[in-house]
């Protein structure tokens, strides 16, 4: 049992230690030693099995942990600090405090700069530098985190430490997915697998996989992304690590919402929205609420997604999380552009721009502008529209991102053909249509397809459209959105065509080859004219 000490009491022994300063000196080591001890102890298990058990200790004990901490550095306490290190880190990474991590971290950071004559003090700093990185990157600190980890992997290299230069690594993987360096990312991130591999830590390497993953499907790659992921949830399953698991899930149900699968994708998101909760994740709540509302919003239930977005931003807002504020703010605009709220859409897309080019985040910055593009469009301001998508996809395609270039190119071609630049139009949906063939992105075919519908409509071929609209109204991956613009499409040419038109086009039934359907377009344009 615990028993609390009364203020007077307290009072009283502060002052009678105060006329022997080294008595006061060896309890405060006393007490360090023996957090310490605690915090690597229960350390060990935040990502087992019995990870309850060891945050319950240390939620318990947190203030007498901080107080420890906050000694055990002003005092140079190399050895307890060492003991203690990777158990704080893991802590206050997994429970979303972020901004108490930095200053914890950082301010260690200084008082060991001022120890360097200590034996192992650069090496321990080294250490410590690593882990502040993290917290600066999940605060959207990106340069500051560059620099400590500039500053510590030639170090880490020379002194051989394995596991902590596998750590760098990862970091500095996630930095360059952040600033939409995907190739660079996921060379740096198999560097650190093969330690991890290596040191056999399952742990590390499911971190690590979901990293991987995340670059790669970036670039495209969907299906090799989705492998990364199923390794990386086996592994943390076989090791009792929830934490891992849950955020396994959470990039399978990112994945599947890419190919069209919604009912996986709400599944996965689901069951890791669950587990975060359950584990009282905030930063991981926050960001399976901001994926489930994309679901939602796909599918078409917009208030539920609306609910998601504004519990993430909450919740963003409480870590201090500006990159995550940014998402759920330009999220909240997508949502209120689906409902024709432009202008909340365009005051929201702008918040979250002017965020994201705050702390430089390149795919940030281009959805944004992407996003300001569908506004404009959606309004027939079709300059501006062109403006927006051209920065865009002149970001997207630096970075190389598959999706981000798709949707920046299929917007181009919805604006040029609404301008009659139909040639341009065509220039735009073919390449759109040949990276949705490349990364099998069914829901970015299918809007392309709705677009290239439109134009054949607008080009007298009503009869060549049909068929495509058919397609976009009945294939399951379509989304929401898509199926509204090719049923407005088919109300509107309804009037316009013959009977014998449309019986033809009641009996064939809707073709499901969305692939077919957008080979045969690609084939057609390489021979003829629109």
Not at 262 to 279: F, I, N
């Amino acid at each position: 049992d615990r028993y609390a000490i009364h203020k007077l009491l307290r009072q009283y022994v502060e002052e009678q230690s105060s006329e022997r300063s080294d008595d006061i000196d060896r309890v405060h080591q006393r007490h360090g030693q023996y957090f310490a001890t605690l915090i690597q102890r229960q350390g060990e298990h935040l990502r087992s099995e019995h990870y309850l058990q060891a945050l319950n200790a240390i939620d318990s004990d947190v203030d007498n942990i901080r107080a420890a901490w906050r000694w055990l550095v002003a005092n140079a306490s190399l050895s307890e600090i060492d003991q203690c290190l990777v158990g704080l880190y893991t802590f206050y990474d997994l429970r979303g405090w972020l901004k108490e991590g930095e200053d914890a971290f950082r301010i260690a950071v200084e008082s060991l700069a001022a120890s360097e004559t200590l034996p192992h003090a650069g090496r321990l700093r080294t250490r410590v530098m690593v882990r502040q990185a993290r917290f600066c990157i999940r605060l959207g600190d990106y340069d500051h985190a560059q620099q400590l980890l500039d500053n510590s992997l030639s170090a880490l290299r020379r002194l051989d430490a394995r596991a902590d230069l596998a750590l760098a690594l990862t970091q500095a993987g996630a930095i360059d997915s952040h600033r939409g360096a995907y190739s660079s990312a996921a060379q740096t991130l198999q560097d650190s697998l093969a330690i991890y591999r290596e040191l056999n830590d399952k742990s590390g390497m499911a971190i690590v996989l979901n990293g991987i993953g995340a670059a790669i499907q970036s670039l495209g790659e969907f299906r090799a992304a989705k492998a990364c992921y199923q390794e990386s949830l086996s592994l943390s399953r076989e090791s009792g690590d929830e934490w891992g698991v849950a955020t396994s899930l959470y990039r399978l149900g990112h994945v599947a919402y890419e190919l069209g699968e919604y009912d996986e994708a709400l599944q996965s998101h689901e069951e890791s929205l669950s587990t975060r909760r359950r584990l009282s994740d905030r930063w991981g709540t926050a960001d399976s609420l901001n994926h489930l509302g994309i679901i939602r919003d796909a599918i078409g239930t917009y208030e539920e997604a609306e609910r998601d977005y504004q519990e993430s931003l909450t919740i963003r807002r409480e870590l201090g999380d500006r990159r995550g504020i940014a998402s759920a703010l330009n999220n909240l605009g997508q949502n209120a552009l689906l409902r024709e709220a432009y202008t909340r859409a365009q005051q929201r897309h702008s918040e979250s721009l002017e965020i994201y080019r705050e702390i430089d985040d390149q795919r940030g910055i281009a959805i944004s502008l992407t996003s300001l593009g569908e506004v404009a469009l959606a309004q027939d301001a079709y300059d501006d529209a062109r403006q927006y998508h051209q920065a865009s996809l002149a970001i997207f395609r630096e970075i190389g991102h598959a999706a981000g270039i798709s949707f920046a190119l299929t917007y181009l071609g919805d604006a040029s053909t609404a301008q009659d630049a139909y040639a341009e139009a065509m220039a735009y949906y073919s390449e759109a249509l040949q990276i949705a063939l490349q990364t099998q992105a069914a829901p970015r075919a299918l809007d392309t397809l709705a677009g290239v519908a439109n134009l054949l409509a607008k080009t007298d071929k009503q009869s060549a459209a049909l068929p495509l609209l058919q397609l976009v109204l009945a294939h399951p991956a379509s989304e929401n959105h898509t199926q509204k613009k090719a049923q407005q499409l088919l109300n509107a040419l309804t009037p316009v065509l013959s009977p014998e038109n449309i019986a033809v086009f009641k009996a064939a039934g809707p073709a499901m080859d969305w692939e077919a359907s957008a080979r045969q377009i690609l084939a057609d344009w390489r021979t003829a004219d629109v």
